[in-house]
């Protein structure tokens, strides 16, 4: 997988581009990224990618000269998937970035102050990706949000990945709670199945969890799912009985 990131703030990816899983996946080679300075690209003396919108109103608009200059030299045979990151895109979800980590080059376009020219999105965007109903200054952090939740499932980059697929349900539902040593601070003791190295019941008890956790924070994610009997029976058990 290759990523290229076309951005006016460059230096805000690197240090989480050189930090941890992203970083390892990198030095695995199943990941190579390279970020760009779209300045690079201006042909004015002073260096300009932002002018003034048709129209009149406030901030200023990616040009798109720059754009696609870069574009022309980081995507030649076409065959790139180009990303723009934007409030306005498809909110990105777990499924999104698994279905992007199967591609082979990847462009991020960031955008900053009011966005680009129409014909950038019209011409060379592919797909237009958001990660959430809030607006960020620019899409730099965005990018990184995509590029970290790409990179951790790229196939052999993260030995937890396998380990976070061992609960099936893992992926639909939110994390159950965790606890490390010691079994009892300050009072509070870890649940006595956690102990009882019975790991039947040890599943039972993370997956009825799971499913309570989830059914309290987050029960449009729950209404989505198709639950058994036995999930209702659950939520039932555990006094969750709103939902069907
Ligand atoms: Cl992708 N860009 C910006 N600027 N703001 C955002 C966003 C992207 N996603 C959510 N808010």
Redesign the pocket.
């Known amino acids: 997988m290759k990523i290229d990131v076309l951005a006016l703030f460059p230096e805000i990816l690197a240090p989480a581009l050189q930090t941890g899983i992203l970083r390892r996946a990198q030095e695995a080679d199943k990941l190579a990224v390279n970020v760009h300075n779209l300045r690079d690209w201006a042909t004015d003396k002073h260096k300009s990618v932002d002018d003034y919108p048709y129209g009149g109103g406030a901030g200023m608009i990616l040009k798109p000269g720059p754009i696609f200059s870069a574009l022309a030299d980081l995507n030649p045979g076409q065959t790139a998937h180009v990303i723009y990151?934007?409030?306005q895109?498809t909110p990105l979800t777990q499924a999104l970035a698994e279905s992007l980590s199967l591609e082979t080059h990847l462009i991020l376009l960031?955008?900053r102050y009011k966005g680009v020219d129409e014909r950038v999105r019209d011409r060379l965007v592919t797909t237009e990706?958001?990660?959430?109903?809030?607006?960020?200054?620019?899409?730099e952090i965005?990018?990184l949000v995509l590029i970290d939740a790409i990179g951790r499932v790229l196939p052999g980059a993260l030995g937890d990945y396998e380990s976070a697929q061992v609960d099936s349900f893992s992926h639909e539902l939110l994390d159950h709670p965790h606890y490390t040593r010691p079994a009892e601070f300050e009072g509070m003791q870890v649940p006595e199945v956690l102990l009882s190295g019975h790991h039947d019941n040890i599943e039972k008890w993370r997956y009825t969890e799971a499913l309570r956790r989830t059914a309290q924070r987050r029960p449009a994610l729950l209404q989505k799912l198709e639950l058994t009997a036995e999930d209702i029976a659950i939520l039932k058990a555990a006094g969750l009985t709103e939902l069907k």
């Open positions: 990151l934007t409030p895109g960031c955008g990706i958001s990660i959430g109903d809030y607006v960020l200054s620019g899409g965005a990018a």
